[in-house]
């Protein structure tokens, strides 16, 4: 294998329950009346794609928000990247160490994200990831978010490696989805924070970092990767 494309929410960052509660209560501020399991259906989506689902899904509720999608989006954002830069968003470790390990063995190291460019970048920067990275692909590359596989494809592009040479660590349907209609091996983290996403289509689906790095890494260096 050539290339490691890791997701960011769930995978790199343990985001998914800071991103419920702000998105839960900008549903309750504006009164939109979406619970839990709707909610759970947009994991892995970009906020312009969910927003636009509420929208059509409860256009009366929508109508008294007297917004636009755009506008709920730059909102949820903003609540979002200040949460980020106070540093509320756990780091994933063992998952740093494992883009670490796979890059000194001398794989390409990637992210693509359905996150805005602006907080993948900050993400990189706090995790000190940007040093390694080659190829960022964000929600501002794209027209179709995942489980459209556009990101993928623009991913291995980037990269210049072909689809079948790339592992890609996912946590959410829709990112399992996306890179197995691209054409890329999937390894999917269980991860306990992101709810029970259906991970059946992924190649492997891990229950911890250490069987993931088992997975992607030379046996010298998934050895040092700890749990």
């Not at 709707?38 to 989506?45: A, R």
């Not at 990637?110 to 805005?116: G, I, N, R, T």
């Not at 709810?195 to 997975?215: I, K, N």
Request: aromatic letters at 4%.
């Amino acid at each position: 294998m050539d290339a490691i494309v890791f997701d960011m929410d769930g995978v790199l960052i343990d985001s998914e329950p800071v991103h419920r509660e702000v998105e839960r209560r900008l549903f309750e501020d504006f009164g939109l009346p979406v619970d839990a399991e709707e909610h759970d259906q947009y994991m892995g989506t970009s906020a312009p794609d969910m927003f636009a689902a509420i929208a059509a899904t409860h256009p009366e509720a929508w109508k008294t928000v007297g917004t636009t999608v755009d506008a709920m989006v730059r909102e949820e954002r903003a609540r979002y990247a200040a949460a980020l830069a106070r540093g509320d968003v756990p780091v994933i470790h063992k998952a740093v160490a494992i883009a670490r390990r796979a890059h000194s063995a001398g794989l390409h190291i990637a992210v693509a994200s359905s996150a805005p460019r602006s907080q993948i970048d900050t993400v990189l920067a706090q995790t000190g990831l940007d040093e390694i990275v080659s190829c960022i692909r964000s929600a501002d590359d794209v027209h179709h978010s995942k489980p459209d596989p556009e990101i993928y494809r623009a991913t291995t592009a980037c990269l210049g490696v072909p689809a079948a040479r790339c592992w890609v660590i996912e946590d959410s349907e829709h990112g399992v989805s996306a890179a197995v209609a691209a054409g890329m091996r999937c390894i999917a983290y269980r991860n306990p924070s992101s709810g029970s996403p259906d991970l059946s289509r992924a190649e492997f689906v891990c229950d911890s970092m250490t069987a993931v790095a088992e997975v992607c890494l030379p046996i010298s260096t998934s050895r040092e990767t700890g749990r």
